[in-house]
């Protein structure tokens, strides 16, 4: 196709979903909790039908020499096809955020006014290789009363549309406008410009994948994006820290899972503690597999650290690499943390409140924390239910975006007959 | 000056901004409060360079040529001032959204989890000749703890600029960053658009004026804005109305002041009802000097009505003029403000809640009201105590918005030591 054409049929997309978004924002939780329902059925339904999607698709990874982690996150089996569908009933048990009134007071004259969540309207989602991001992502915008433009990873596409299809069944089941759910079905890498400047039929972009592609939405998209660029996260032992909490944290933010955005990157610690905490945590890091990087302090305290550069401070691993310095005190680990940081999530160890209310208060992160691991720096372990990603934006969402996050609002004002003096 | 040397000015006040953003944003409630009387006095102090300061600009918009419209608006009188003035001290009234928990729960693990907003940054205000948007806008975004660049109309530079000076003293005397609040200091045009390119330094515009200020940075920014394009509002008189109700609301909403964005554009009529309720309000209105616009049956039943044309229903007249149409019933009048409309404030007169609920419920704008007077958009009679314009986006503010909207939020969590398994 040429490049207008792709244009022409990308906002055709748009301009439907933009009508379906209508109806859908109006749609009865009932009917919502159905669809996603219903689309778990198909997708357990079509499980034959996916694997074998899912092998034109790991043959076109392979020709394209994807490498190994690629293949994995492409693959679908029937666990994850099960968890998929499981997933979306677990979203159909969330509460229902349109209609919700987030305030309400009244007025001397008389008039009652309400803050209602309503539906945003169209989400368009742009994410990689993996096909379960379809059902993710799909669901819960579907359940926020949202239309949503899908644009999966040009390796995953006869997965993802096969699944954009059990969706788009649910829908019909329920009653619901298909066009509520749209895939964009071509690879053609034009669409996701195309999709970026379509300001006027999609309110928000989420991109899910790795770094190139949020830097690429987050520079051409014409409308506002939820995501972050970097997930470097920092763990802060201060000098009132129990030792054996800054241990724990310190290893479970750093290692229980190192390819997640709440995964600790640089460990700072107060030189007052430094000599007796730090041996004992670098070394059962280093036992766990993670290599330390450390400025000329740690090295005095742990000889086998290698030299921190400049880089270092700056570099989201998501890797079994950890960068440590030593600093004088609560007012330079804030410093640091601004500085250097992502504006994502960041957490002191202390028993000291005082210190830790500073930190809480000064550190300009998504998510600050007091004594808890960076890890839990998810929608899910929020009690949010689910999550479509994390943000570092100040606007609209901070932090995990949930179905909540998913929503706008709107006054609703009521009287007897109030007019204006 | 050259582009570049205006584009470089413009990002110098830009990472001006920003850094005094950082220390403004942790500043305490006292001290912004301290900075606004400050700025209060320094008004009142200066009356007579305030005057003279005006009357340059006021030589310089003759020889432009401005409209007396357009003088008027340009004009600083002593109780101009004082209303400046008194305007800054009733900011320092508000209560500080910064630091307020908006909500908060307890996770199994123990985790406490807390959403407390923060303020947004730096916030870019775009107005043309009335010069007290300099102090109602710096006010407002001072007190939610915002850095702000203002750009001002050419023609009121010398009294804008002295209004600023003014602001920035009291900033100074409260032990705050005076570029916390900054002007652009050069009529350059370049200059806007080297501001709304800005996206590294500005968090959020917001513009303030005529439509073809709107439209342009609706357009040119790289960045949020915060805005409406067209206050289009609807009164729909329904079959249940209290007659004395809706001739009083549509009197109200369309003449009491015929030049604000809540001003009623159209009334719509149920045909049920029109023959008996339609001529006391046109004759009404005709008699308060209202031009009235109407449909074939609308004209039927006041023959003094103007033909209404297709353009009339997407016209804010922002004048003594309104546009007549009679109605099938409650859901052509949903139908006609969803497609005709601006998304802005609608509102039905019934005595039928259950129709009223399903307008309230359908109608998709920023405001939606039942038996109240449209006139009631705006964040003062919202009891927000102050705004700094109206926006009909869906994306983090809707409505008026106030201090509380000119605030993100982040998550603080508190733990005693939990890890993630």
Chains 1, 2 share one sequence.
Not at 125 to 148: F, K, M, Q
Not at 163 to 188: H, S, V, Y
Not at 289 to 305: Q, S
Not at 413 to 420: A, H, L, P, Y
């Amino acid at each position: 196709m040429s490049p207008d054409q792709v244009e022409a049929e990308v906002r055709a997309i748009g301009a439907r979903a933009r009508a379906a978004s209508k109806i859908l924002a109006l749609a009865k939780t009932e009917s919502k909790r159905r669809a996603l329902r219903a689309a778990a059925g198909a997708i357990r339904a079509r499980e034959a039908d996916l694997i074998a999607a899912n092998e034109k698709d790991l043959e076109f990874g392979g020709n394209k020499g994807l490498s190994k982690a690629m293949m994995d996150r492409l693959l679908l089996t029937p666990d994850r096809i099960e968890s998929m569908a499981a997933g979306l009933e677990a979203i159909a048990e969330l509460s229902d955020p349109v209609g919700q009134v987030i305030a309400e007071w009244e007025r001397p004259n008389g008039l009652r006014i309400q803050r209602v969540r309503t539906p945003l309207g169209v989400i368009g989602v742009i994410y990689e290789s993996r096909p379960n991001v379809t059902a993710d992502a799909g669901g819960l915008c579907l359940s926020a009363g949202n239309a949503v433009i899908l644009r999966g990873g040009s390796e995953s596409l006869n997965s993802s549309g096969l699944i954009a299809e059990c969706l788009r069944q649910g829908l019909a089941e329920a009653g619901l406008p298909q066009d509520a759910i749209q895939m964009i079905p071509t690879r053609d890498r034009e669409a996701v410009g195309a999709l970026l400047r379509m300001s006027d039929f999609v309110d928000v972009i989420v991109p899910r994948g790795g770094r190139g592609l949020i830097e690429r939405v987050m520079t051409d998209a014409r409308m506002p994006v939820f995501a972050h660029l970097d997930g470097l996260c920092h763990v802060y032992v201060h000098s009132g820290a129990d030792p054996e909490k800054a241990r724990a944290i310190a290893i479970n933010a750093k290692m229980r899972r190192t390819g997640i955005c709440g995964a600790a990157e640089t460990l700072l610690i107060d030189k007052a503690v430094a000599p007796t905490l730090l041996p004992t945590i670098l070394t059962e890091l280093s036992g766990a597999g993670c290599e330390i990087r450390g400025d000329d302090e740690t090295r005095g305290l742990f000889p086998d650290a290698l030299a921190a550069t400049d880089e270092d401070w700056r570099t989201e691993y998501l890797d079994s690499i950890i960068a440590v310095r030593v600093v004088d005190g609560l007012e330079q680990a804030i410093e640091h943390i601004n500085t250097m940081g992502s504006n994502h999530t960041d957490s002191i160890v202390t028993e000291d409140d005082t210190a830790a209310d500073v930190f809480l208060r000064e550190v300009d992160s998504a998510i600050v924390m007091h004594n808890a691991s960076t890890q839990f720096a998810d929608g899910g372990e929020f009690g949010m239910g689910a999550e479509i990603g994390i943000s570092t934006g100040r606007m609209h969402a901070r932090g995990p975006v949930g179905t909540e996050q998913l929503t706008s609002f709107r006054y609703v004002v009521r009287g007897d007959g109030q007019v204006r003096p």
